[in-house]
């Protein structure tokens, strides 16, 4: 029998400032940086506070994200990766990623970050293409980004690329043409994104005035499409709904959350996971620092019953290349057996899943489904 369990550990860091907000953007982030040397005071206390939750475990990938990482002072950054080492086993071999601006990079911040113990650069390009771009509200242009994609190459090969379909009046040819020119500039992985229009952004308020139309839906499913084409034909595994990667450049700190490996999660809005709770931390950057200052609670606990475990496995799992596997449930979740799989009749023969062995996969036309199809895993 396969048994599926949690591999590694994580640490990670949400930066939570951004030089401008994106128009389509609803995580959490401020533009305001003058409490940004509160805010990493109060990360690297988090850090040595919070360092049991995840056990004993080597600490394998660790990540920047945000928010925009690459606004952090090189001091930050060194005392918050020095923390990590101080606190816990780090496995030489970490993965070390940090998300950047494209108008961030040159080589000799690159030099520093590698100096540091980055090792994966995560740029947030989305199109190379100015109208979308402005649009968007992006801080960037396509050829600042064409440049940073290069810069990075030179420092740091194993880079990924963000980049977005879906967009408001957007066409296949636009995405062709960007996808294109990733293949060209020999890109290991890539997360592809459909432009989602969430009602506390910009775009969520124009909308609601009508004065932003909604993308077309049958441009995004031929967009989605081509892209899966296209990537696979290059060699890239599309080993997660939105993540594509040549062998050797999947990105270990998210198969370790699709695989349900802990992880801390430090700075405002951040949340962790060990196997019995998640724990989300408050997503004001003020509230955060003042209760870390003050010795008071930051965060709220969840604790994970069987059938929280059960749907958060099938809502992750079913979106890898490796599925979801039913020995592992029914072994595992056996009071849950007849639930689970009363609705995989309908899915196998409609086409939307199919079994490899005693794994459930998602077929291409589950792909377009997989949130429905997850709906109608899950366990009520
Ligand atoms: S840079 Fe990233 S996190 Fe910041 S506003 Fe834009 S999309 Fe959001």
Request: hydrophobic share 35%.
């Amino acid at each position: 029998m396969t048994i599926v369990k949690y591999l590694m550990a994580s640490i990670y860091f949400h930066i939570p400032y951004c030089r401008q907000a994106c128009h389509y953007c609803d995580f959490h982030f401020s533009t305001n940086t003058s409490t940004q040397a509160r805010v990493v005071a109060a990360m690297r206390k988090e850090l040595e506070l919070r360092r049991a939750y995840i056990g004993k475990d080597t600490i394998q990938t660790i990540y920047f994200g945000g928010g925009t990482p690459s606004v952090l002072h090189q001091e930050e950054l060194s005392s918050l990766l020095e923390d990590c080492f101080r606190y816990f086993s780090v496995s030489p071999g970490a993965e070390i990623t940090l998300e950047a601006n494209p108008d961030d990079v040159s080589l000799p911040v690159l030099r520093d970050w590698k100096a540091l113990g980055v090792n994966r650069i995560s740029l947030g390009v989305q199109t190379f293409q100015s109208q979308p771009l402005r649009q968007m509200n992006r801080i960037h242009t396509g050829d600042s980004a064409r440049r940073a994609i290069q810069e990075v190459q030179e420092i740091l090969p194993n880079i990924t690329v963000d980049l977005m379909y879906g967009l408001v009046g957007d066409t296949l040819d636009r995405l062709k043409e960007d996808t294109e020119a990733l293949i060209q500039l020999n890109i290991p992985h890539l997360s592809a994104y459909c432009l989602t229009i969430e009602e506390k952004t910009a775009f969520g308020q124009w909308h609601k005035k009508g004065k932003l139309e909604t993308p077309e839906e049958d441009i995004s499913v031929a967009q989605f499409d081509y892209l899966m084409d296209v990537l696979e034909s290059q060699g890239y595994l599309h080993y997660e709904i939105s993540n594509f990667g040549k062998p050797g450049y999947l990105s270990q700190h998210n198969r370790n959350y699709w695989q349900g490996g802990n992880y801390l999660g430090i700075g405002p809005g951040a949340h962790s996971y060990n196997q019995q709770s998640r724990q989300y931390n408050v997503e004001n950057n003020v509230s955060y620092f003042t209760c870390i200052e003050k010795s008071e609670t930051f965060y709220e606990i969840e604790y994970l019953d069987e059938k929280i475990k059960l749907n958060e496995y099938l809502l992750t799992g079913i979106r890898t290349m490796e599925g979801i596997d039913l020995e592992y449930i029914r072994a595992t979740y056996p009071q849950y057996w007849g639930e689970l799989s009363a609705p995989l009749p309908i899915l196998l023969t409609n086409g939307l899943v199919l079994q490899k062995e005693s794994r459930i996969l998602l077929t291409r036309k589950g792909k377009h489904l997989s949130d429905r199809i997850t709906r109608d895993l899950f366990i009520s």
